[in-house]
């Protein structure tokens, strides 16, 4: 029979609060970390930093100071940037390090097509400087803890578009320059379709699915490395159902505010194609895929089942999107 003394006592009170306060703590910092960004008026914003800087808005600012917002709230949310934490609490969370994920993938795709497209009048003209050290900076591994950290490349890749604005705004015809063309702007949309179609996919493979091979498009003569096998089962594992959901969520936040920057530059381009109407509900398809989640947790119920399933949710907003911006760039490139 073991006998308790009140130095034991102390020794055991003692342990609990060591083990117990951090824990509390990291829990409660988790709860206050995971919380996505609201989102932003992309226009009014852009004019308010012109007006703080002395700066007029020029085709492009808009687009540009989208870019540059989105990136900032990347690193500089509630929390900070989480991808590449080593210890608690960053480490022990996923929703927000997916979500960070999805924007930066499509903070990549636009500041390459500042890089590729809207800054260059056509293949022959040179890269613009800054956007030539932009691109690279921002495709640094999201992981990357050591020095040059993620988050240092990112920032260092910030400077250098906002270099780009400064000059985007100066009197100097030789200076930097944004190109709002249908073109351009078509370009760019062939990367998302892709980007949505992709994702599109995957949230809908949620709960399994029999796919048959499409691979080849239906090109007698066409080849590939490995024949597929049609039809097959598709089926994302169930611990990576929420890293896809977030992973959406954050491209699809991104996104909505990148098409309204185009909204503003491209409008006459939009106008004189027909297409202005089509950009508008492409974001509104995804102002409907931000509406915050009603549930703790992700839920993946059975697509005809008592419970919902919020992966095929969201496939629904991404898929119609995707279908918009297909018409849209059809719009742009023969309308």
């Known amino acids: 029979m073991s006998v308790t003394t009140p130095k034991t006592r102390r020794y055991a009170w003692l342990g609990a609060l060591l083990i117990g306060l951090p824990t509390l703590l990291i829990l409660a910092f988790m709860w206050w970390w995971d919380h996505e960004p609201d989102a932003f008026d992309v226009v009014a914003h852009a004019k308010a930093r012109a007006s703080e800087r002395g700066q007029p808005v020029v085709v492009g600012t808009v687009s540009t100071e989208a870019l540059i917002r989105v990136a900032e709230t990347l690193l500089d949310k509630r929390g900070g940037y989480l991808s590449n934490d080593k210890l608690p609490p960053g480490a022990l969370m996923d929703n927000l390090p997916n979500w ?5 993938v499509q903070t990549r795709d636009f500041a390459k097509a500042f890089r590729n497209e809207f800054s260059r009048s056509q293949t022959q003209s040179t890269e613009d400087a800054d956007l030539l050290e932009a691109d690279p900076l921002f495709s640094t591994p999201s992981d990357r803890w050591l020095l040059p950290s993620s988050e240092g490349q990112y920032r260092k890749a910030i400077g250098h578009v906002e270099g780009y604005l400064d000059r985007l705004s100066d009197s100097d015809p030789y200076s930097a320059q944004f190109y709002a063309r249908a073109d351009n702007l078509a370009d760019w949309l062939a990367v998302v379709e892709k980007r949505l179609g992709s994702l599109s996919q995957r949230l809908s493979a949620s709960v399994g699915q029999i796919r048959i091979d499409t691979d080849r498009g239906g090109d ?24 896809v959901f977030y992973e959406a969520r954050g491209t699809t936040w991104a996104l ?20 202005l109407v089509s950009l508008r509900q492409i974001i509104r398809e995804l102002e409907e895929s931000q509406h915050d989640l009603g549930s703790p947790v992700v839920l993946n119920g059975s697509p005809f089942g008592f419970f919902a399933n919020h992966s095929l949710v969201m496939a629904n907003y991404v898929s119609r999107a995707n279908a918009a911006v ?10």
Do not use: C, Y
């Not at 080849?223 to 049609?230: A, M």
């Open 326 to 335: 297909i018409d849209l760039r059809q719009l742009l490139e023969r309308g």
């Open 100 to 104: 960070e994920f999805g924007v930066l």
């Open 220 to 243: 007698r003569s066409a080849t590939q490395s490995t024949p597929g096998v049609s039809p097959r089962m598709v089926q994302t594992p169930w611990t990576e159902i929420d890293d």
């Open 256 to 275: 909505l505010h990148f098409l309204r920057a185009v909204e503003h530059d491209f409008e006459p381009v939009l106008r004189d194609k027909n297409a």
